[in-house]
């Protein structure tokens, strides 16, 4: 049966699993719109394609599966970009659909017009322009599966408007080959074996721990191991839930807002694995004193990763959760040789010692409210259940510090590429993912701003996404910087002109709440939870509170300023 | 120190972008570059000449790698190779240096491929000092033209 470019498109998309599409129609994609109705593809339409890429990024940070969205030509493709961007630098599998103009107008500088596969090509993992519908079932299935495997990533494909019309016999490629992309995901047995021996020598080893074990979901194997062989463990931003954070051996997050436990620990360690993480400039400060006394193992899949901004003792080229079972299946045996608790004992003592030095904290006050608090507060209200999102900047970083995560997949934040906007959108994206959570953006006033515009698309879908604004007045983090490393110079960091969030939200057709009061803290948040729908809070939070600890840019982890 | 890398990619449309946009994305240096294709029409091959410390050539290699077009890379510095490039110079000949040139072309077994009154079109190949010296000894006469191919490369069949 001979089928358009269009009804091929939706029906690759339906065999790859996809369940929800967000987008945004346009001329170049009118074709494939007018096909959805006849397909069972959930359709939902945001208000700015920005918002597209984000929410099918939230989609697959909270479901693990392949986000998927698609958008028109020219200024469609072009609002995609800081999310595509986004999800390359977090290695989140998502597979964006562009329009484009009628292939023989392709360089003509024609009415809607962007050549986005060049645009994007620094920022996907791979882009294509689809000339040939006879191409389009074979290169949608390359799409998914380069997004979705190896160190997954984003995967644009361009499809001109021609290509959506016209028709061609339908073949489903059962297989996908491509000679050019084999990604290693076993780890090599004798690597296993070195970092086993390695483990068992160490005496104040510990788990420096990335996005990659929440991608591979090994965040099983990585809790038994540390549970086992008594490891304390640290998490970058992106590793946030893959250890629980009640356990005794987690330290809470390191780096620049790391706790003073972890980064003391990193820096006094013997042994450092590094799982799935990338040795980031945020995680290492300088990179030349982080973790000097530390033999280093570092677990990636991306083959570049190793030995980019460090030099590592023992590489190690695996999927982060096959890694980290290999790893459990060669040290099983050695419960039995080695007391690991008595041996490590002295070590995480001292680690934990560090914790109660100095633990996270604030200066509590009565009469304004605290931002750490409030984000305590949630947890308490959520039992720590929540999916959590986040923009970017101080309430992204209290976010991090102050919601205990237990859980992966349950941390949606923009960490590598930093998007402020990327919180709500993406908390839409994963409240679809997983409609039986309670999904909260923590965000700041600054932040909501790039994307407020989505709650036209949060309420029409009916959707019970909160959003708690820890509304300072302030671009926080910059006035937070300009505070300290610039001589209070607020150029441009003060918020005037706000509007009023709780009369937006009503605007909107959801419900507002303002807290303003310490005292109102608890029983305002509890009411905004239990509404039904979409809500905002704005809680006035004390104007000039910092995040600490803070490494300054470019210092040692052990030159942290404490509260 | 200077490598040279052979790299065998997918022939196909912004494969060279690809490439290009990943030195330039990330700071990598080229020296050279020269791309053709193979006796798979489906294939090329890239010789790229590029330079920097072993950290930043593994980075390279790393990244070259990561590419989905690209099917093999083989820094061929580490291995014996063949390596040629074929440069064009334009250089300014009158009666009083033309034998001079001539006997220097000679020596280097260049070819003269073109000529006028006052200029000599000189073809020289050969590998990367070779290529220098020639220059080198004709800067002197004065060249008024240059075109360079970048270096292409081969394994040698017998590495021992």
């Known amino acids: 049966m001979e089928l358009s470019g269009a009804q091929i498109l939706l029906e690759c998309l339906k065999r790859e699993g996809v369940e929800v599409l967000f987008g945004f129609p346009g001329g170049a994609v009118i074709d494939i719109y007018n096909e959805l109705p006849n397909t069972s593809l959930k359709h939902i339409l945001v208000r700015h394609e920005q918002a597209a890429i984000h929410a099918a990024d939230g989609f697959a940070r909270a479901s693990g599966k392949v986000g998927c969205c ?32 009628p292939t023989p107008l392709i360089g003509n500088d024609a009415f809607q017009e962007v050549d986005i596969v060049g645009i994007t090509r620094p920022c996907t993992k791979h882009n294509y322009l689809v000339k040939d519908v006879r191409e389009l079932a074979h290169v949608i299935r390359q799409a998914f599966y380069l997004a979705r495997s190896g160190r997954p990533g984003p995967v644009l494909v361009d499809l001109p408007k021609d290509v959506m019309q016209v028709k061609t016999k339908f073949i489903w490629p059962e297989d996908v080959k491509m000679r050019s992309y ?3 995901v076993k780890p090599h047995a004798g690597q296993i074996k070195k970092v086993a021996q390695l483990i068992r020598d160490a005496e104040r080893p510990i788990i420096y721990a990335g996005g990659g074990v929440i991608t591979s979901q090994g965040h099983e194997a990585l809790t038994w191991l540390a549970q086992n062989l008594h490891i304390p463990v640290t998490a970058t931003l992106m590793g946030l839930g893959c250890f629980p954070g009640k356990d005794k051996l987690w330290l809470g997050m390191l780096g620049m807002h790391g706790t003073y436990a972890a980064n003391m620990a990193v820096n006094n360690a013997d042994l450092v694995l590094a799982v799935g993480a990338r040795f980031d400039d945020r995680v290492t400060g300088k990179v030349s004193t982080f973790a000097p006394m530390a033999k280093l193992v570092h677990v990636d899949i991306d083959p570049t990763s190793i030995q980019k901004n460090v030099s590592v003792h023992v590489p190690l080229v695996s999927d982060c959760r096959l890694a ?14 080695y007391d690991f608790e008595t041996g490590h004992l002295p070590w995480v003592s001292k680690v934990r ?13 009565e009469t304004t409210i605290k931002p750490q608090s409030v984000v305590e507060k949630l947890h308490e209200l959520t039992r720590g259940e929540a999916v959590i999102c986040t923009e970017v900047g101080q309430h992204q970083m209290w976010a991090a510090q102050f919601y205990t995560f237990n859980e992966p997949n349950c941390f949606l934040s923009s960490g590598g590429l930093g998007t402020m906007g990327y919180g709500f959108p993406a908390a839409i994206g994963a409240q679809f993912a997983r409609p039986d959570k309670m999904v909260i953006d923590i965000a700041g006033d600054g932040s909501i701003q790039m994307n407020i515009q989505e709650l036209a698309t949060s309420v029409c879908n009916n959707l019970g996404v909160k959003i708690v604004i820890l509304n300072n007045g302030y671009l926080g983090m910059v006035r937070q910087w300009q505070e300290l490393f610039y001589k209070k110079n607020y150029c441009s960091t003060c918020m005037d002109a ?17 807290i303003t009061e310490p005292g109102d803290l608890e029983r305002v948040l509890k009411q905004a939870l239990d509404t039904p729908g979409t809500v905002i809070v704005d809680v006035r939070v004390e104007r000039e509170e910092n995040v600490y600890p803070m490494v300054p840019a470019g210092a040692s982890l052990t030159d942290m300023l404490l509260v | 120190m200077r490598h040279i890398l052979s790299v065998t990619v997918e022939n196909e449309p912004g494969v060279l972008s690809r490439v290009a946009g990943l030195f330039s994305g990330r700071g990598f240096n080229i020296e050279s570059l020269n ?9 090329s091959v890239m010789t790229i000449t590029t330079d920097g410390d072993e950290q930043i050539i593994e980075q390279i290699v790393k990244q070259l790698r990561k590419l989905i077009t ?8 580490d291995l014996k190779s063949v390596l040629r490039e074929m440069v064009l110079l334009k250089v300014n000949a009158n009666d009083t240096n033309r034998a001079e040139i001539l006997r220097t072309v000679d020596i280097f077994r260049c070819k003269v491929v073109d ?3 006052d200029e000599l079109t000189i073809e020289a190949t050969g590998n990367y000092d070779k290529i220098s010296a020639i220059v080198g000894l004709l800067t002197r006469f004065g060249i008024k033209e240059i075109s360079r191919s970048g270096m292409v490369a081969m394994k040698r069949s017998i590495q021992n």
């Open chain 1, 70 to 101: 698609l958008v028109t030509s020219g200024p469609g493709a072009t609002n995609t970009v800081t999310g595509i961007a986004t999800a390359y630098m977090d290695s989140i599998p998502v597979v964006i659909l562009t329009g484009q103009v």
């Open chain 2, 70 to 77: 690209v099917i093999k890379v083989v820094d061929l510095t």
């Open chain 1, 498 to 514: 706000q509007p009023d969030f709780v009369k937006l939200a009503e605007a909107y057709g959801a419900t507002g709440f303002r």
């Open chain 1, 182 to 184: 084999n990604p290693n």
């Open chain 2, 35 to 43: 791309v053709g294709p193979t006796l798979d029409p489906g294939v």
């Open chain 1, 324 to 337: 980290l079972e290999a790893l459990k299946e060669e040290l099983t045996p050695s419960l039995t040789e």
């Open chain 1, 353 to 365: 010692a560090w914790a109660k030095e100095h633990p996270l904290s604030y200066q509590p006050s």
């Open chain 2, 115 to 117: 000529v006028s009154i």
